[in-house]
């Protein structure tokens, strides 16, 4: 059976009949008609009535290598014939995820060598919180199980990634979130910041509420903080440069792990293999997805640290914990071919030196200045724009979010995938943007943004 003989209108009936969308309203969803995404090729992606759109997202955060790579899928389909799937279970493994551990091990900071496998974020982030507890627990400290996270954090959609999150929304559906949780202030300076607080002093404020935190629930009782180096889905908020020097401080003084999420920043997204290495942190685990593969097969890698490793491979007898496809060989083999390209294509090199500045400079010269922009900030090839009413005293649009989604409205007819989270437009972009496709996204941003004025 192809797609190709039904018509859009019938599939949007079969969609709307049985398909729960994940993060959708459907009854929204079903009045609007779900646009189908057919293919796509290199930067682009095109619907099922032939438009083309430039994807400023990368997938969700995850195509890095762009579309149209036949060497991942050659490696998938070598892997699929010779071996489909075997698990890592019970003494055995498969030769991909040996191999890709090795590499892992090999770009990951100093002192991470350990690798857990997982298929999506959201496990590996289940994992990195049973491990530290694990961890505690087997150095004769369990009392330690707290961990501190961040308001407008994202850490995944499991029980446990919705409870590690900050989304207010999320919480509100969870029932009850797993215990032991607590959350401290974003480090948000657009909306948090105070009049005339410098940037440098911002940060270390907010890493001070992370200090305040662990004191309110007794350093003796908190395992860990967990942080995106830069938070993605609740808005690309880039701390200042003071924030995770100040958090390291606080973790060592209080004997407290440093969990990392970087689902989103890790494969070359800051314009290092890991923001760990671009913003000089130094954490006990790093748990990382979608870029590993390129969102070419589902895979997630949670990296550990040398403390914890040591512990658990020392004193912890066997880990309760495992999912069906750890290591899964074919998204190992396809993880091994995108890494490859990474390093082949110099993609980390040109978002450093060149793609990275000059998303900057573009996206500051053609809409910073904007009646409806009141802030636009970028690290790497990652951007947010801000959409205000009043550029001078930043007050919103009424609607809560709505005006961003006109934003964005536009921005898609005009042929750009880029999306909107509350009051924030997020661009996303696969790391093979050129120039020239910058310039391209900011003139459609643009535009949808005069549209929307
Ligand atoms: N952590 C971060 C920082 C993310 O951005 C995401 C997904 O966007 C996740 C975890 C969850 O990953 P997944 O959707 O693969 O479960």
Partial sequence: MTYQNFSLKQLQEIDGAHHLHPFTDHKDLR???????????????????????????????????????????????????????????????????????????????????????????SESNDTALRLVRHYWALEGKPEKTIIVSRRSAYHGSTVAGASLGGMAAMHSQLGAPVPGIVHAMAPYAFELSLPGESEHD???????????????????????????????????????????P?????????????????????????????AAQSMGIEPDTITTAKALTSGYQPLSALLVGDRIASTVIEKGGEFYHGYTYSGHPVACAVALANLEIIEKEGLIERVRDDTGPYFRKSLMERLAGHGIVGEVRTIGLMGAIEIVKDKETRERFPGDGAAAVVVRDHAIANGMMLRATGDTMILSPPLIWTRSTIDMAADRIAKALDLAE
């Fill in 246 to 274: 100040e958090i390291q401080r606080i973790c060592r003084k209080y004997d407290v792990l440093l969990m990392l999420d970087e689902v989103i920043t890790g494969y070359g997204r800051t314009g290092a293999w890991f």
């Fill in 202 to 244: 911002f940060g270390v404020r907010a890493a001070r509420s992370v200090e305040d935190a662990i004191l309110e629930a007794g350093p003796q009782n908190v395992a860990a903080f967990i942080g995106e180096p830069v938070m993605g889905a609740g808005g690309v908020k880039i701390p200042p440069a003071s924030y995770w």
């Fill in 31 to 121: 009045a609007a008609g779900t646009r189908i995404i057919t293919r796509a090729d290199g930067p682009f992606i095109y619907d099922s009535e032939g438009n083309e759109l430039l994807d400023g997202m990368a997938g969700l955060w995850c195509v890095n290598v762009g579309y149209g790579r036949h060497e991942l899928a050659e490696a998938a389909y070598a892997q699929m014939k010779e071996l489909p799937y075997y698990n890592s279970f019970f003494r055995c493994s498969t030769p991909t995820p040996v191999l890709l551990s090795r590499k892992l091990a090999e770009i990951a900071p100093a002192g991470v060598k350990q690798v857990f496998y997982g298929s999506s974020g």
